[in-house]
C-alpha cells in the first residue's frame, strides 16, 4: 500500500510561482505512473500532469509550458513546479499514483490560490 502526503500549497499573485511536493511511503517499488491533478470549486477532478515509470510525461494543454513534472528517487518525492499561474489555475492539488494492479492512491489535497 503508497501513501501519499502532498506540500508547498499557498497563495500567490498571478504570474507567480509555486512547487508542490509529494512525499511517498509504502508500496512505492510497484509505482506505475504518479501524477498530478485538480479540482476547482464547482468542476471535475482533471489531470494536470503524469510522469510514467521510464520517465516520459503527459501535461494538459493548459499546463504546457507552464508546469513541470519531476521527481527525486532518493527522496521518494514528486514535484509540479507551476511557473506563470493564472487565477484559473486556482484549485485543490492532489498527488496520485497507480501501481501495477491498477490501483489508485490519493494524497490528501494541497490548495493552490492565484490572487491579486
Known amino acids: 500500500q503508497v501513501q501519499l502526503v502532498e506540500s508547498g500549497g499557498g497563495w500567490v499573485q498571478p504570474g507567480g510561482s509555486l512547487r508542490l511536493s509529494c512525499a511517498a511511503f509504502?508500496?512505492?517499488?510497484?509505482?506505475?505512473?504518479m501524477g498530478w491533478y485538480r479540482q476547482a470549486p464547482g468542476k471535475q477532478r482533471a489531470l494536470v500532469a503524469a510522469l510514467l515509470r521510464d520517465g516520459s510525461t503527459n501535461y494538459a494543454d493548459d499546463a504546457k509550458g507552464r508546469f513541470t513534472i519531476s521527481r527525486d528517487n532518493a527522496k521518494n518525492t514528486l514535484y509540479l513546479q507551476m511557473n506563470s499561474l493564472k487565477s484559473e489555475d486556482t484549485a485543490v492539488y492532489y498527488c496520485?499514483?497507480?501501481?501495477?494492479?491498477?490501483?489508485?492512491?490519493w494524497g490528501q489535497g494541497t490548495q493552490v490560490t492565484v490572487s491579486s
Open positions: 496520485n499514483a497507480v501501481n501495477l494492479n491498477r490501483e489508485r492512491t
Open positions: 509504502g508500496s512505492i517499488l510497484g509505482i506505475k505512473v
